[in-house]
T-cell receptor, first 109, second 115 residues
């Protein structure tokens, strides 16, 4: 079966760095997405990786290793507004998205 | 651009009632989809469409119908509501080519409670 695993919840301190991991087993691979979802709101797109390596976008970076079925989202200089759930999703060989359950990130002052 | 407009935001139904969740997008996206989101679970695809006149089932289609008569609109119909359909529903759309292909834009969500 197809599976996406990510931690249920993480806690970090304002100003610090946090890494949210995502491992996947899917039928084929056509890219990995990270979305941010604030409580009570819709998911919004953060990043897309299809090749191995690190993609940097401001305070957020996303890494992919296709051989290991692994990705992480790195958030630097954490701000209180980064408190949200972070959703990992993989596009399989049929171009369907397989979603993880999300990681709830709690930022403490 | 309004993006993806989804209505209503909240709805309470009694078991057996029917209703339609509306979804419209003004980005000329070919792909549209409906998801449900339940606590502790990933987003689950209900139905999707790759263009006007074309629809297909996702992971959890039972109890739901869709149609795509225009590029802009993709309504989701609950035929006979059941408590198991209590959830938050999201409509999402994306282009299928060029920059931003396959990046989903979500509507604000519809919180449905079935009593």
């Amino acid at each position: 079966g197809q599976n996406i695993d990510q931690p249920t919840e993480m806690t970090a301190t304002e100003g610090a760095i946090v890494q949210i991991n995502c491992t996947y087993q899917t039928s084929g691979f056509n890219g990995l997405f990270w979305y941010q979802q604030h409580a009570g709101e819709a998911p919004t797109f953060l990043s897309y990786n299809v090749l191995d390596g690190l993609e940097e976008k401001g305070r957020f970076s996303s890494f992919l290793s296709r051989s290991k079925g692994y990705s992480y989202l790195l958030l630097k200089e954490l701000q209180m507004k980064d408190s949200a759930s972070y959703l990992c999703a993989v596009m399989d060989s049929n171009y369907q998205l397989i979603w993880g359950a999300g990681t709830k990130l709690i930022i403490k002052p | 651009n309004a993006g993806v407009t989804q209505t209503p935001k909240f709805q309470v139904l009694k078991t057996g009632q029917s209703m339609t969740l509306q979804c419209a997008q003004d980005m000329n996206h070919e792909y549209m989809s409906w998801y449900r989101q339940d606590p502790g679970m990933g987003l689950r695809l209900i139905h999707y469409s790759v263009g006007a006149g074309i629809t297909d089932q996702g992971e959890v289609p039972n109890g739901y119908n869709v149609s795509r008569s225009t590029t802009e609109d993709f309504p989701l119909r609950l035929l006979s509501a059941a408590p198991s359909q209590t959830s938050v529903y999201f409509c999402a759309s994306s282009g299928t080519s060029g920059t931003g292909a396959n990046v989903l834009t979500f509507g604000a969500g519809s919180r449905l409670t079935v009593l």
